[in-house]
Nanobody
Framework: QVQLVESGGGLVQAGGSLRLSCAASGRTFSSYPMGWFRQAPGKEREFVARISWSDGRTYYADSVEGRFTISRDNAKNTVYLQMNSLKPEDTAVYYC????????????????????WGQGTQVTVSS
């Protein structure tokens, strides 16, 4: 069982940066692939980024590639999402998620690839 708590959201102007954090409980955090998703008003939740459990392999949605960076610090049980060059269309609630397939090194772009979710943190980008 993993519990996830996001933080770091807020209001930022277009072109600015934010860093989201996701603190996880549980001694086996390092064995879970982790992901970030987002949901804008009136839209479905969408994949943003993913990081593997071991080798730091990362995956990104085309819309954020080159602007966002996912990373993890297993010693701190935390995963991060560094967001640069933010655009108004990045406005959404951002969710952290853990893929319950521990030690799995493949990709995971769908909601149902993930078993544990945080409560979300709001990111608003003004134009």
């Amino acid at each position: 069982q993993v519990q996830l708590v996001e933080s770091g959201g807020g209001l930022v102007q277009a072109g600015g940066s934010l860093r989201l954090s996701c603190a996880a409980s549980g001694r086996t955090f390092s064995s879970y692939p982790m992901g970030w998703f987002r949901q804008a008003p009136g839209k479905e939740r969408e994949f943003v980024a993913r990081i593997s459990w071991s080798d730091g392999r990362t995956y990104y949605a085309d819309s954020v590639e080159g602007r966002f960076t996912i990373s993890r610090d297993n010693a701190k049980n935390t995963v991060y999402l560094q967001m640069n060059s933010l655009k108004p269309e990045d406005t959404a609630v951002y969710y952290c998620a853990a893929d319950g397939r521990t030690y799995y090194s493949g990709s995971g772009y769908r909601d149902d690839d993930y078993d544990y979710w945080g409560q979300g943190t709001q990111v608003t980008v003004s134009s």
